[in-house]
C-alpha cells in the first residue's frame, strides 16, 4: 500500500452484508480494494473499544455493515450497534478525530452491486478527508 | 503451560479464479514470514480431494496446532475445513478462513498488486485471530420428546397429526372455544369441492380421538421460556387455570383473519357483503333471490396502506363465482380484477372454465376505483377504455388476510420475528422456509403468509417434518460458537446481559461467591450483544472474542 492510501476496516455481520460481499465477488463487481474486512456474527456483539482499536492503530475509516432494522437475526443487533455508533463518534471527537470516519451502514439487499457501491462511496468520502492526523491515546 | 504456536498456512489458486488476479506464489512466500507460521502449502484447488489431504498430511507431519486457509467464502468450504481438521486429530475450531476470492481476486481483477497486498494483509490477520484461537467442544443437549402446536386451524391440525401420528406427544393449543379455524368458516375448499365442514370436522375427530394428541381450546400462551430442546410453556385457559409445559419443539400455526370489509366500497352486511359471508350464503341456500352478482378483488389490498398482495382471494372468488353458476346458472357474474393470480395448472384450468361458464372479468385500476350505487356498479374498464353500469343485486368484497395484532405480542414471547406486514417471518426464504432463525421454531400455514388450503397443509406437513427431526434423534448439536462467562470472578450479577439477550439465553444462578451469569449454551446463538454489553468485561463471545477481533486489527494495521 501506497503511505497516501487509506486504510479502511468494516466489520461486517455474517447475514446480510457479508453475503453481500461475497456476492460482490461472484458478481464481479469491482470496488476500492483499500478495505479490509472483518466478519463477525452480529454487529450487535462490536464495542467501542474495538472501534476504537482500529483509529488508534492508524485507520482512516471504519465501515460497521449490518443487516437492515427490523431484520436483525438477533432481533436487536443492530439497534443496540446503531447506538454503540452514536456514542463512539462522541468519544472519536474527543480524540480529535473526525466523528464521520466512522459509519453504520444497514444492508436490506444481499446484491453484490449494492455492496460495492456502498463500499466505494465510502473510501471516496474517506480519500477526500485524507489521512488521520492525529495520534488516538488510549 | 502455553503450547507453542505452529501454524500451518495453505493458499488455494482456485484454478485461475485466485491465480489468475493476484500472487498466489508471493502470498504463499510472504505467509512464511508471518509469527508462529512453520509450514506454507500453495494449492490449486484446497477443496478438492487431493487439497484436503494436503491439509490433513499438514497436520500430521508438521505437528501444526492451528490451521489458515486462504481461499474462497467460509460460508461454503468452512465445514468441509474443519472436518479435514478434525480427521487430522487437531480440534476444528483451531481454524480459520480468509476470504481472497470473493472479497479480493474477483472484486480487484484488474488490480493485480493491490490485490497481492490486499491478499497478503488478510493472511496475516487470519494468522493473528487464528494464534488466538482456543479449541472448543460441540455442545449437545437432550430434548424433550413433545411438540407444542399454537393454533388449532388447518395448519396446526395437519402438523399436530402428522407429529401424533409418528409417536410423539404434542401438546394443540386454540384460543378460541373451537378447533377449526378459518376452513370452519368456508363452504366448499377449492379445487375439489368437498365440503369444509365436514372436511375440517373429520380432522378434528382425528385430533380428538388421537391418544399422543391434548387439546387445550380456549387457552393462550402467558410465557415462553428455555430453548430448543427444553422450552417450558406456560398457557392459562379461560377459567383461569395456568397451564404449565415440558416441550421440545414448537410448531406456530396461529393464522391469519380477513380484513374487516367495514368503510370498504359502501359496504353494509347485507346487499355489499365481504367473501366469508358469501361462504356462509352458499352454505345456507341464500343466494337463490340474487340473479346479478358484482365480485370485487382487492378490496383493502395491494393500495399505500397495504402493499401485498393476499394471492387466494383470486382463486376463492373464482370458485365461488362457478359455486354459484351450479346453483343458478342463471345468474350473471362480474368479477372485478386488478391482476389475477391464477399460479399453477389446476389454477389456470379453473380460470379458463369461469370464462367458458360466461363469467365476465373486468379489469379495473386503483386510481379509478368500482362506485357501489344503487342496484349498479360503476367501473372504468381499463381494457375497453371506457366506464361500464353492471347491475348488481349482491356485491362481494374480496379482502386479504391480515396477520392477527396478538402475532406482535407472541412473536416477542417466543422470541422470533414477523415480516413488515406483521406476518410471521422465517430464518431464510429458500434454505430454511419453514424455520425460524431461532432453533427449534418453526411456522406454517397463514401465520406466515396468505396460503391457500392445500398450501397451508403442506407446509405444515413440512413444519412437523423438520421439527420431529430434533424430536427423533433425541438430541441437539450446537456450534460451541456462544458466549461464556469467561471471567466469573468479574461477573457482578447485574443482569445486563441477561436483560439484553434476546435469546432468552443466559440466567443469573446464585453461587457461593454470589449472584453471577451463567450461559445456556445450547439456547445462545452467538451474537455477542452481551459480550459487548457487559461493563466488567466477564462475559465474552467464544471464537469472535474481542482479544481475537483486536487482533485482526491490529496486524492490518501495525505493518
Known amino acids: 500500500m501506497n503511505k497516501k492510501d487509506p486504510e479502511i476496516i468494516i466489520f461486517a455481520c455474517e447475514w446480510t452484508p457479508y453475503i453481500g460481499a461475497d456476492n460482490a465477488g461472484v458478481e464481479m463487481q469491482q470496488y476500492s480494494p483499500f478495505v479490509r474486512i472483518i466478519r463477525v456474527i452480529c454487529t450487535g456483539q462490536i464495542t467501542p473499544s474495538n472501534i476504537l482499536t482500529a483509529f488508534k492503530n492508524g485507520a482512516d475509516g471504519v465501515m460497521i455493515a449490518g443487516c437492515e432494522e427490523g431484520d436483525c437475526h438477533y432481533i436487536v443487533g443492530n439497534e443496540k450497534c446503531i447506538k454503540v455508533v452514536e456514542e463512539t463518534k462522541q468519544l472519536l471527537k474527543f480524540s480529535g478525530i473526525e466523528p464521520e470516519r466512522l459509519e453504520i451502514k444497514l444492508f436490506t439487499e444481499v446484491d453484490g452491486s449494492t455492496f460495492a457501491s456502498i463500499v466505494n462511496k465510502f473510501v471516496m468520502k474517506i480519500r477526500k478527508m485524507g489521512k488521520v492526523q492525529t495520534e488516538v491515546s488510549s | 503451560m502455553e503450547e507453542k504456536l505452529r501454524i500451518g498456512v495453505f493458499v488455494c489458486n482456485c484454478g485461475t479464479n485466485i491465480g489468475g488476479f493476484l500472487d498466489v506464489p508471493e502470498v504463499a512466500e510472504y505467509s512464511k514470514t508471518l509469527p508462529g507460521v512453520v509450514y506454507v502449502k500453495e494449492n490449486l484447488f484446497t477443496c478438492s480431494e487431493s487439497g484436503v489431504n494436503e491439509i490433513k498430511e499438514g497436520i500430521k507431519n508438521n505437528n501444526l496446532n492451528r490451521v489458515v486457509v486462504a481461499a474462497c467464502t467460509p460460508l461454503t468450504h468452512e465445514p468441509t475445513f474443519r472436518a479435514a481438521c478434525e480427521e487430522a486429530g487437531l480440534n476444528p475450531y483451531l481454524f480459520e478462513f480468509v476470504n481472497i476470492r470473493e472479497q479480493c481476486s474477483w472484486v480487484h481483477k484488474n488490480e493485480r498488486e493491490e490485490a497481492t497486498q490486499k491478499a497478503k494483509d488478510l493472511v496475516r490477520m487470519g494468522v493473528a485471530r487464528a494464534s488466538k484461537l482456543e479449541p472448543k467442544d460441540r455442545i449437545t443437549a437432550g430434548v424433550i420428546p413433545s411438540a407444542l402446536v399454537i393454533g388449532g386451524g388447518i395448519s396446526g391440525l395437519s402438523a399436530a397429526l402428522s407429529l401424533a401420528n409418528r409417536g410423539f406427544k404434542v401438546k394443540l393449543i386454540e384460543k378460541e372455544k373451537k378447533l377449526g379455524g378459518l376452513v370452519k368458516s368456508l363452504y366448499k375448499i377449492y379445487p375439489e369441492n368437498i365440503n369444509?365442514?365436514?372436511?375440517?370436522?373429520?380432522?378434528?375427530?382425528?385430533?380428538?380421538?388421537?391418544?399422543?394428541?391434548?387439546?387445550?381450546?380456549?387457552?393462550?400462551?402467558?410465557?415462553?421460556?428455555?430453548?430448543?430442546?427444553?422450552?417450558?410453556?406456560?398457557?392459562?385457559?379461560?377459567?383461569?387455570?395456568?397451564?404449565?409445559?415440558?416441550?421440545?419443539?414448537?410448531?406456530?400455526?396461529?393464522?391469519?383473519?380477513?380484513?374487516?370489509?367495514?368503510?370498504?366500497?359502501?359496504?353494509?352486511?347485507?346487499?355489499?357483503?365481504?367473501?366469508?359471508?358469501?361462504?356462509?350464503?352458499?352454505?345456507?341456500?341464500?343466494?337463490?333471490?340474487?340473479?346479478?352478482?358484482?365480485?370485487?378483488?382487492?378490496?383493502?389490498?395491494?393500495?399505500?396502506?397495504?402493499?401485498?398482495?393476499?394471492?387466494?382471494?383470486?382463486?376463492?372468488?373464482?370458485?365461488?363465482?362457478?359455486?354459484?353458476?351450479?346453483?343458478?346458472?342463471?345468474?350473471?357474474?362480474?368479477?372485478?380484477?386488478?391482476?389475477?393470480?391464477?399460479?399453477?395448472?389446476?389454477?389456470?384450468?379453473?380460470?379458463?372454465?369461469?370464462?367458458?361458464?360466461?363469467?365476465?372479468?373486468?379489469?379495473?385500476?386503483?386510481?379509478?376505483?368500482?362506485?357501489?350505487?344503487?342496484?349498479?356498479?360503476?367501473?372504468?374498464?381499463?381494457?375497453?377504455?371506457?366506464?361500464?353500469?353492471?347491475?348488481?343485486?349482491?356485491?362481494?368484497?374480496?379482502?386479504?388476510?391480515?396477520?392477527?395484532?396478538?402475532?406482535?405480542?407472541?412473536?416477542?414471547?417466543?422470541?422470533?420475528?414477523?415480516?413488515?406486514?406483521?406476518?410471521?417471518?422465517?430464518?431464510?426464504?429458500?434454505?430454511?422456509?419453514?424455520?425460524?432463525?431461532?432453533?427449534?421454531?418453526?411456522?406454517?400455514?397463514?401465520?406466515?403468509?396468505?396460503?391457500?388450503?392445500?398450501?397451508?397443509?403442506?407446509?405444515?406437513?413440512?413444519?412437523?417434518?423438520?421439527?420431529?427431526?430434533?424430536?427423533?434423534?433425541?438430541?441437539?448439536?450446537?456450534?460451541?460458537?456462544?458466549?461464556?462467562?469467561?471471567?466469573?470472578?468479574?461477573?457482578?450479577?447485574c443482569g445486563l446481559c441477561a436483560s439484553l439477550c434476546p435469546s432468552n439465553a443466559i440466567e443469573m444462578v446464585e453461587t457461593p461467591k454470589g449472584v453471577k451469569a451463567k450461559v445456556i449454551e445450547v439456547a445462545c446463538r452467538g451474537c455477542g450483544i452481551c459480550g459487548a454489553s457487559c461493563y466488567r468485561h466477564a462475559i465474552r463471545m467464544n471464537h469472535f472474542s474481542d482479544e481475537q477481533i483486536k487482533a485482526q486489527i491490529r496486524a492490518f494495521l501495525e505493518e
Open chain 2, 196 to 493: 369444509a365442514e365436514e372436511y375440517i370436522n373429520q380432522k378434528i375427530n382425528e385430533v380428538k380421538k388421537n391418544k399422543n394428541i391434548n387439546v387445550f381450546t380456549s387457552t393462550e400462551i402467558k410465557n415462553v421460556g428455555g430453548y430448543i430442546g427444553n422450552y417450558k410453556v406456560k398457557a392459562e385457559n379461560d377459567k383461569g387455570n395456568e397451564l404449565n409445559f415440558d416441550i421440545g419443539v414448537i410448531i406456530v400455526a396461529t393464522g391469519a383473519k380477513t380484513l374487516s370489509p367495514e368503510g370498504l366500497f359502501s359496504y353494509d352486511g347485507k346487499k355489499v357483503i365481504d367473501m366469508l359471508q358469501l361462504e356462509d350464503k352458499l352454505k345456507n341456500d341464500g343466494i337463490s333471490q340474487y340473479k346479478n352478482f358484482v365480485m370485487i378483488l382487492c378490496a383493502g389490498s395491494r393500495n399505500n396502506e397495504r402493499v401485498y398482495c393476499s394471492r387466494i382471494c383470486c382463486m376463492s372468488a373464482i370458485k365461488n363465482a362457478l359455486l354459484i353458476k351450479e346453483k343458478n346458472p342463471e345468474s350473471k357474474i362480474f368479477i372485478l380484477y386488478r391482476d389475477l393470480q391464477a399460479y399453477g395448472t389446476t389454477n389456470e384450468e379453473t380460470l379458463r372454465r369461469a370464462k367458458i361458464n360466461g363469467i365476465r372479468f373486468v379489469n379495473y385500476s386503483l386510481n379509478k376505483l368500482p362506485e357501489v350505487e344503487d342496484n349498479t356498479v360503476r367501473v372504468y374498464n381499463e381494457i375497453l377504455g371506457k366506464e361500464l353500469l353492471i347491475p348488481a343485486d349482491l356485491i362481494i368484497l374480496a379482502t386479504p388476510l391480515v396477520a392477527p395484532e396478538d402475532n406482535e405480542n407472541l412473536s416477542k414471547k417466543l422470541k422470533v420475528t414477523l415480516d413488515e406486514n406483521g406476518f410471521y417471518l422465517e430464518a431464510h426464504i429458500k434454505l430454511r422456509p419453514l424455520d425460524f432463525s431461532t432453533n427449534g421454531i418453526y411456522v406454517c400455514g397463514t401465520a406466515h403468509w396468505p396460503a391457500s388450503t392445500e398450501e397451508s397443509t403442506t407446509q405444515a406437513l413440512g413444519a412437523a417434518a423438520r421439527s420431529s427431526i430434533h424430536l427423533e434423534k433425541k438430541y441437539v448439536m450446537v456450534e460451541p460458537i456462544v458466549s461464556s462467562v469467561y471471567y466469573e470472578d468479574e461477573c457482578r450479577g
